[in-house]
């Protein structure tokens, strides 16, 4: 009985200490794992608190025409990312694709034509594909109260009518030129513009009698200008491009900016302005 009840100590021993064994090895796994997982955790947080904010300037080239909408947009880019400042330049799209094909440092290009975005993209100076954001549609803009009592395309021919358009290489001049041509309509005027402004300028300041600009100039200019729609134009109009350049110096900014005009906030805007939806 009492060898018996030694081996069965005994055994309720070895028991015992394999459990307090595996009691151990458990505990040490168990320490082991929240080791591994506390530097995974800490790591994941130093990395979202050291994940940089967008700072510095973000460099736009845009089509004159978009001046009054981008640069609301350039503010509100500001205010939601303090530290960043948008500095812009407008003007036709073709002398701005000049620039930049000719390494003009730039983070951002807004064309008013698929046709000169593609000055930039052919020479390999784009970062992606340009994304259409908005459309634009041709107006005629007149003298306040419409003296000339302007009411369609073709009266613009008229005798005596000092007309400025556009220079053809600029969109909203090509666009002019697609639309007197589907109305079999010849016209010349008194001067061919650089770009959209230039043209509404000579109206506004009366050293024109009327000028065939898009719909969202005739609307920034406010009173300044009357403007005439005429069906022509719905033949003529513009799809606006926008990408990354190659070489942009501050490409996340950058990203950000153009993501800010394709967005439901940007679409108000530019819609605000007058422009179409794609």
């Known amino acids: ?29 168990s ?30 080239f845009a ?15 500001e205010k939601q990312h303090p530290g960043t400042k948008v500095t812009f330049n407008f003007g036709g799209s073709d002398t701005l694709a000049a ?14 034509s698929p046709k000169t975005m593609a000055i930039v993209t052919d020479k390999q100076d784009a970062a992606g594909t340009p994304a259409t954001f908005v459309r634009n549609q041709l107006e005629i803009a007149t003298l ?13 021919t ?10 053809k290489t600029v969109p909203c001049g090509a666009a002019a ?7 079999n309509l010849k ?29 969202t100039d005739v609307k920034a200019a406010g009173d300044k200008v009357e403007g005439v729609e005429f069906p022509e134009s719905a033949k003529a109009v513009n799809d606006y491009p926008i990408v990354l350049l190659k070489d942009a110096p501050n490409a996340e900014a950058a990203k950000a900016f153009i993501a800010l005009v394709q967005s439901a906030e940007g679409s108000k805007v530019l819609t605000e302005a007058g422009f179409l939806q794609p």
Do not use: H, W
């Open 187 to 215: 016209l010349t005027p008194v001067s061919y513009e650089q770009d959209v402004k230039s043209a509404l300028t000579k109206v506004e300041l009366k050293e024109a009698d009327a000028a065939v600009v898009y719909k």
């Open 1 to 29: 009985m009492k060898t018996r009840s030694a081996r069965r100590t005994r055994r309720m021993v070895q028991v015992a200490g394999a459990g307090a064994a595996a009691l151990l090895a458990l505990s040490a796994c």
């Open 177 to 183: 030129q697609k639309a007197l041509e589907a109305s």
């Open 99 to 112: 620039s930049i094909t000719g390494g003009a440092p730039a983070d951002v290009f807004a064309a008013a």
């Open 158 to 167: 008229k005798s005596g009518l000092k007309v400025v358009l556009c220079d």
């Open 63 to 77: 089509a004159a025409s978009l001046k009054e909408s981008f640069t609301t947009l350039g503010q509100e880019f």
């Open 31 to 60: 320490s082991s794992s929240d080791s591994s997982s506390s530097p995974k955790s800490d790591s994941s947080s130093s990395s979202s608190s050291s994940a940089e904010k967008l700072s510095g300037t973000v460099t736009v």
């Open 144 to 156: 306040p109260g419409n003296p000339d009592k302007v009411a369609s395309l073709k009266d613009l």
